[in-house]
């Protein structure tokens, strides 16, 4: 069973500011399986990203993802106050295992 | 627009029984597999089952495999979660997902129901 793990646990970052979000695989995983999500509180996740790199549909460009085998990135440029939330990488296929999630917090 | 609706969530006694179900629309249900992904308090986003087109094909996680049932009806676009034995680690809002179709991904998502496991 494939372990997806996030890191850092917390990001805190001011307006403005540029994040970079983590998620690595416990064994190199297909870089069209992996999809990164947005939660805020008292709402349903929302997909950002799928296939590692490509945005779904309405989301700006300032998010982007990257990565490949194990080690992949999201990354969100001039963050705006509406993106501060839970982020969550997933791999989709057997099991569909998601990241236990980055919290991206106002600093 | 598109759009996933659940309901049937609510307090059960643990042993007892919950049926969940998701009202799709603004899209071709019949043409997406479809799961169920729960999320218990502040925690994670846990997957719990999925169902291909045609109902031919379904998988649950481990942890509820023989007491969870998935079920669809293409004639209603709707998609079902029958609960059995439910546990006090049952507790969760329950989410349906669509499944995208050239999108490795879980395109569209419900606001969720929530399921209290509690006597």
């Known amino acids: 069973e494939i372990v997806l793990t996030q890191s850092p646990g917390t990001l805190s970052l001011s307006p403005g500011e540029g994040a970079t979000l983590s998620c690595r695989a416990s064994?190199?995983?297909?870089?069209?399986?992996l999809a990164w999500y947005q939660q805020k509180p008292g709402q349903a996740p929302r997909l950002l990203i799928y296939?590692?790199?490509s945005r779904a549909i309405g989301i700006p460009d300032r998010f982007s993802g990257s990565g490949s085998g194990t080690d992949f990135t999201l990354t969100i440029s001039r963050l705006e106050p509406e993106d501060f939330a839970v982020y969550y990488c997933?791999?989709?296929?057997?099991?569909?295992?998601f990241g236990q999630g980055t919290r991206l917090e106002i600093k | 627009e598109v759009q996933l609706v659940e309901s049937g969530g609510g307090l059960v006694q643990p042993g007892g029984s919950l049926r969940l179900s998701c009202a799709g629309s603004?899209?071709?249900?019949?043409?997406?597999?479809m799961t169920w992904v729960r999320q218990a308090p502040g925690k994670g986003l846990e997957w719990v089952a999925n169902?291909?087109?045609?109902?031919?094909?379904?998988y649950y996680v481990d942890s509820v495999k023989g007491r969870f049932t998935i079920s669809r009806d293409n004639a209603k676009n709707s998609l079902y979660l029958q609960m059995n034995s439910l546990r006090a680690e049952d507790t969760a809002v329950y989410y349906c997902?669509?499944?995208?179709?050239?999108?490795?991904?879980?395109?569209?998502w419900g606001q969720g129901t929530m399921v209290t496991v509690s006597s």
């Open positions: 997902a669509r499944e995208g179709t050239m999108i490795n991904a879980f395109d569209i």
């Open positions: 603004g899209f071709i249900f019949g043409s997406y597999w």
């Open positions: 169902m291909k087109q045609d109902a031919g094909e379904k």
């Open positions: 064994q190199s995983v297909s870089s069209r399986y």
């Open positions: 296939g590692a790199s």
């Open positions: 997933q791999l989709f296929g057997t099991s569909h295992p």
